[in-house]
């Protein structure tokens, strides 16, 4: 499977944790085989044809796992998930460990966050609260839009573009993210605690 970069889909609900690092396929195994016999949990992994990356499946929206591997590989690493309950989506940028940029978008519950804190006795966090830790936070819509990065400045126009945004990103950093995925893909197993 050939693969150009960037994200070109326009729907994620098949999506839950999508992991792409920028390591031979044959290198994620080798680290895999590394780890002590504990509990695992299976990857799906492919590796791209015509590009350096390796597509890996995960479960939950966990970008712990992706720094992880990106640290221990010394590479680039990005994680992409999708929560379905709460209709949120975004991804993180991993080079060496540390995080390079973050996206994320969703439906706005500052009503229903209000009611949980009032229940629980506590004050409903502000803006500011909200907003901390983020280069950017926009709400629009009804949905809140949360950037941070430190290669790139956007703008509240860029990111409410939300999936288009996530294209030209991806185009511009080199990770590509295919259309379709073959039928047939490697399973690897990991520690459950990575």
């Known amino acids: 499977m050939k ?9 994620v609900s098949w999506l839950f944790g999508l992991i792409a690092v920028r390591a031979p396929l044959a290198g994620l195994k080798a680290l895999a085989g590394t780890k002590p ?12 044809k ?5 597509l890996l499946t995960w479960e939950k929206c966990e970008p712990e796992f992706s720094k992880w591997l990106s640290k221990k590989l010394k590479t680039t690493v990005a994680y992409l ?8 989506f975004g991804y993180s940028i991993f080079k060496d460990g540390a995080e390079q940029e973050a996206f994320q978008f969703g439906a706005n519950y500052e009503d229903e966050l209000g ?13 500011a609260k909200r907003a901390k830790g983020w280069d950017l936070f926009v709400t629009e819509e009804g949905e809140d839009f949360q950037f941070r990065s430190k290669l790139v400045k956007v703008t509240k126009k860029d990111l409410v573009k939300r999936l288009t945004f ?5 185009k511009k950093v080199g990770i590509p ?4 995925f073959p039928k047939k893909q490697e399973i690897i197993s990991w520690p459950a605690a990575s």
């Not at 693969?3 to 889909?9: D, I, L």
């Open 3 to 11: 693969s150009q970069p960037g994200f070109p889909h326009k729907d």
């Open 37 to 48: 016999k504990q509990p695992t949990r299976d990857t799906h992994a492919l590796q791209l």
């Open 50 to 54: 015509g590009s350096d990356y390796t």
């Open 81 to 88: 998930w999708d929560e379905d309950t709460s209709g949120w």
């Open 115 to 127: 009611e949980f804190a009032e229940e629980l006795g506590d004050a409903m966090p502000t803006r």
């Open 166 to 170: 996530v294209d030209a990103r991806f």
């Open 177 to 180: 993210i295919p259309n379709d």
